[in-house]
């Protein structure tokens, strides 16, 4: 055990992997010689060489290139600054990455990791806060992950790079220099998918993933002063989605909730709420999802954070859906 970031149990899982996997490369912007703009790759060029490197600022070359690496017997882990810069590599993950297997009749696979970042954070813009894992959740082939704890930021990204299949590890800027905590590190490659219950409740479940796992978790502590026992369910695989375990927490509590910073609208907590209604459960009141509004997120701090779910809002919905 080891007491880290999230951040530096990122950097430790890297290190990891390299060790482990000599036909693992990491590269991307910045990522070599400065050690990434968030530190995150800090000394891992120093300490493996050219299998670290950096790139010019084309994301379609670095995805286009990781995809072929891949193919022929390479384990690329690419960096994306911003999840909202991978936009301009939708052909060569969507279509390429995510397709090797079926068009090669199983003959190729792509074992490659996407590293990025997404969410709002102070200063950011309308093309550097859009939080977009519904839309790679949508294609067939594709991993999603999204840590919230140095724990998961190392489990998840090991997990991730020993996996065959082309898998998207989506961080969160604000979880970087957060405080530390303790993480065990080279224990055995851990299972991709599950869930884990945060807290244990009787009286409604609410489902979350990544940086809103934490203000949900404050919001379970006030709602208990109120008496409302909520269990936080936090999923940080998406793809694969342990929907038994969602069912199985609605079955004793009656009641679904779900968060994430994404916009409403087409968000992931869409499929959760379908996946609920779909099998049958037997819900008390209807479930209630809470999320961004469908608006740009605007520069100036004070008016993103008005529109990311809070602590205070996220209590305020789920009091709503108790009380009725």
């Keep these: ?62 995805l286009g290139s ?26 060569q993950i969507v279509n390429q990455a995510a397709n090797v297997r079926y068009v090669s009749g199983g003959r190729l696979k792509a074992p490659l990791t996407i590293r990025t970042q997404q969410g709002s954070a102070p200063g950011a813009c309308a093309q550097h806060s859009q939080c977009l894992e519904a839309l790679f959740l949508h294609v ?20 991730a790079v020993h996996c065959d299949d082309p898998v998207l590890v989506i961080e969160n800027r604000t979880l970087y220099s957060g405080g530390k905590e303790p993480v065990e590190t080279g224990g055995p490659v851990r299972p991709m998918g599950g869930a884990r219950t945060r807290r244990q409740g009787s009286d409604v479940t609410i489902v979350t993933w990544g940086a809103m796992t934490r203000r949900v978790l404050e919001a379970a502590g006030a709602l208990a002063g109120e008496g409302i026992e909520a269990e936080v369910l936090e999923t940080p695989w998406l793809n694969p989605f342990d929907t038994d375990a969602v069912l199985a927490s609605v079955a004793r509590t009656g009641r679904l909730a779900v968060v994430h910073e994404a916009n409403v609208t087409g968000g992931f907590g ?16 209807p479930p209630v999802r809470i999320g961004a509004p469908d608006v740009r997120m605007p520069a100036a701090p004070a008016l993103a954070g008005a529109l990311v779910p809070d602590a205070a809002r996220i ?7 108790v009380k009725g």
């Design 1 to 62: 055990m080891r007491e880290m970031t999230y951040g530096e149990a990122v950097n430790a899982a890297l290190h990891r992997v390299m060790e482990e996997l000599p036909e693992t490369l990491v590269y991307g912007e910045d990522v070599g010689v400065p050690g990434g703009v968030f530190g995150v790759t800090r000394g891992l060029r120093k300490q493996y060489g050219e299998r670290v490197f950096d790139t010019p600022i084309s994301e379609s070359a670095i």
């Design 66 to 91: 990781a995809v072929g690496a891949a193919m022929f017997g390479r384990r690329p882990i690419v960096e994306i600054m911003w999840a909202d810069f991978s936009l301009v590599a939708l052909d």
């Design 140 to 159: 067939p082939g594709l991993r999603v992950g999204m840590p919230s704890t140095p724990q998961d930021a190392y489990d998840l990204l090991v997990t």
């Design 270 to 285: 869409a499929e959760v709420v379908a996946r609920v209604a779909g099998a049958g459960a037997p819900l008390s009141a």
């Design 315 to 321: 209590t305020g919905d789920v009091r709503a859906l």
